[in-house]
C-alpha cells in the first residue's frame, strides 16, 4: 500500500530563513501528492499539491516538487515568517479517496 | 459554508462512560473520513464512508468503536466503553470525488477519558 515518511520534528527558524521538510513515498503506480498544514487548534488546510511527476504544487511562498525519480515532494520556502509556525503533513492519495498522511513535522519560526 | 461542523469542541468523560462524536460534513461532499490525532501516532485514519456506505474500517481500533453515516449530512463516531488511552483530538473530514484529495476537516474534537 500507499506510505508516506517525512523528517522529524520539530524544526526551529529564524524569521526569514530558508525552510526545508523532507518527504518520500512508497507506492503502486503514482499517487497525487500533497501538503497540508495544521495551525494551533485547527484542522488540517490543503496547502499545495501536485498530481504527477515533475509538477511544481505552491502556495502562499511554499513549493514543492514531484520528484519520480527519487519518490519526493520535499516542502521549502525561501524566507519563513512567524506566522508560519504550524505543523506540517505530507500526504498520498492512490487509487481510492483515502489519503495517506505523514506523522507530521511540527515548525516553529522565532522573530 | 460553514465548512465540516464537529461537536462537541471539548469532551471530558469518565472510564467506561460512552462517548459520541458528530460531525456535519460540507453539503455535496460524498466522502467522510474520521481520523485520530495523537502525539504518540500522529493522525491515523480510523474509517471512511462514501456516499454514507463504509468503505474502509481497517483503521478502527476495536469492537468499543463504531462509526454511522445515515445520510449524506451527518455522522457519528462512537466509543463505548471507553478508556484513557482513547484520549485524542478526533478529526472529521469530508471530500468529494473528483476532488483531487481536497479535503475540508473540522476543527476536532479533544476528548479527555479519565
Known amino acids: 500500500g500507499n506510505s508516506v515518511t517525512q523528517m522529524e520534528g520539530p524544526v526551529t527558524l529564524s524569521e526569514e530563513a530558508f525552510l526545508t521538510i523532507n518527504c518520500t513515498y512508497t507506492?503502486?503506480?503514482?499517487?497525487?501528492l500533497f501538503w497540508y498544514v495544521q495551525y494551533p487548534g485547527e484542522g488540517l488546510q490543503l496547502l499545495l499539491k501536485?498530481?504527477?511527476?515533475?509538477d511544481k504544487g505552491s502556495n502562499k511562498g511554499f513549493e514543492a516538487t514531484y520528484r519520480k525519480e527519487t519518490t519526493s515532494f520535499h516542502l521549502e520556502k525561501g524566507s519563513v515568517q512567524v506566522s508560519d509556525s504550524a505543523v506540517y503533513f505530507c500526504?498520498?492519495?492512490?487509487?481510492?479517496?483515502?489519503?495517506?498522511f505523514g506523522k507530521g513535522t511540527k515548525l516553529t519560526v522565532n522573530p | 459554508d460553514a465548512g465540516v461542523i464537529q461537536s462537541p469542541r471539548h469532551e471530558v468523560t469518565e472510564m467506561g462512560q460512552e462517548v459520541t462524536l458528530r460531525c456535519k460534513p460540507i453539503?455535496?461532499?460524498?466522502?467522510l473520513f474520521w481520523y485520530r490525532q495523537t502525539m504518540m501516532r500522529g493522525l491515523e485514519l480510523l474509517i471512511y464512508?462514501?456516499?454514507?456506505?463504509?468503505?474502509?474500517d481497517s483503521g478502527m481500533p476495536e469492537d468499543r468503536f463504531s462509526a454511522k453515516m445515515p445520510n449524506a449530512s451527518f455522522s457519528t463516531l462512537k466509543i463505548q466503553p471507553s478508556e484513557p488511552r482513547d484520549s485524542a483530538v478526533y478529526f472529521c473530514?469530508?471530500?468529494?470525488?473528483?476532488?483531487?484529495?481536497?479535503?475540508?476537516f473540522g476543527s476536532g474534537t479533544r476528548l479527555t477519558v479519565v
Open positions: 453539503s455535496g461532499h460524498n466522502s
Open positions: 507506492a503502486t503506480g503514482y499517487p497525487s
Open positions: 464512508f462514501n456516499n454514507n456506505v463504509p468503505i474502509d
Open positions: 473530514a469530508s471530500s468529494f470525488t473528483g476532488g483531487e484529495g481536497r479535503y475540508t
Open positions: 501536485a498530481t504527477k511527476a515533475d
Open positions: 500526504a498520498s492519495q492512490g487509487g481510492s479517496e483515502k489519503l495517506v
